[in-house]
């Protein structure tokens, strides 16, 4: 694989950062995770607006127009021959003596790396996935996507070790979100619930288009937060993220939904948001 480190394109093997690097020592830093079909991407510009939202949150600044960041993913694409998986974008504050004050004259570090994975194929999206509820141990900023990760793989690790295949996290009774994806139930009257944004979860891309799938349906929506309680009784659930899609959750803390299949309207809004993704890298 070619990946992309600080102004060169070099095979992986050769490709190096400092152990100075504040990403490395401080998790000071923040990534986007952007798909590809078809060896394309879309819906890149929302994970680059969100880049700089991050980036700024936290003041580290940009290292290169937005532009050169789109060109070098799109010669990553092409130079793996990636087709279907993802492009990995990560900035940190760069590499300085360590000290928890902002180094004066360091330079932002960027890397990118694509990586194949099966989307529309997924054999987790055709089952549907169990999930399990677990603390949400986090910072409080989950609006910014800091590479600051351990909580979630912590989380993942431990529906892991259970059987299951991912963790909802819970806060004050309620699900904040999936350990990398949003979380959303259908309620047995056919509502739609998923939590609103604030600095409690990330502001899904991923979401967001769906959730203007579910209005040009006219599908009902409510924009809440919902406890674990209430999703055992959903009608069903399903979670959305870049890489994922929309994923049918079947089980919630060991109780089956829908039968144990994925419902109707998970299915049709995995349906749905694939057919607009086709549509934008066909256009
Ligand atoms: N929440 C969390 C905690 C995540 O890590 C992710 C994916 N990185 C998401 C939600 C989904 O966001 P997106 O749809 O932009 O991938």
Redesign the pocket.
């Known amino acids: 694989r070619i990946v992309y480190v600080n102004g060169e394109f070099l095979p992986e093997e050769s490709a190096t950062v400092s152990i100075f690097d504040r990403g490395f020592l401080f998790a000071d830093g923040v990534y986007e ?1 952007s798909p590809v079909l078809k060896g394309q991407m879309f819906d890149n510009d929302g ?1 680059l607006v969100r880049l700089q939202r991050s980036l700024s949150e936290l003041r580290i600044s940009l290292p290169m127009p937005v532009d050169e960041i789109v060109a070098i993913q799109n010669e990553l694409i092409e130079r793996n021959r990636l087709q279907e998986g993802m492009i990995y974008l990560q900035v940190t504050r760069g590499a300085a003596d360590r000290d928890f004050a902002f180094p004066k004259d360091a330079k932002p570090s960027i890397v990118l790396f694509t990586q194949t994975l099966s989307i529309l194929d997924s054999p987790k999206a055709k089952k549907g996935l169990s999930v399990i509820t677990v603390p949400d141990i986090r910072w409080s900023r ?1 609006d910014i ?1 800091t590479v600051g990760l351990l909580a ?1 793989s912590l989380a993942k690790q431990a529906a892991l070790d259970e059987g299951a295949d991912d963790a909802w996290m819970v806060q004050d009774g309620f699900v904040t ?6 979380a959303f139930i259908v309620t047995q009257d056919g509502k739609i619930i998923t939590r609103n944004l604030s600095n409690d ?2 502001h ?4 967001k288009a769906v959730l203007a799938l579910v209005e040009r349906e006219g599908l009902l929506l409510e924009e809440r937060a919902f406890t674990p309680e209430e999703a055992y009784e959903a009608a069903e659930a399903f979670s ?3 890489t994922g899609f929309v994923m049918p959750v079947v089980k919630i803390d060991g109780r089956i939904l829908h039968n144990g299949a994925p419902g109707p309207v998970s299915v049709r809004l995995r349906g749905l948001y694939i057919e607009a993704a086709m549509a934008l890298i066909d256009a």
């Open positions: 995770v994970h989950r996507k979630q979100e999936g350990s990398s994806n949003n979860i990330l899904g891309i991923t979401r959305t993220s870049a």
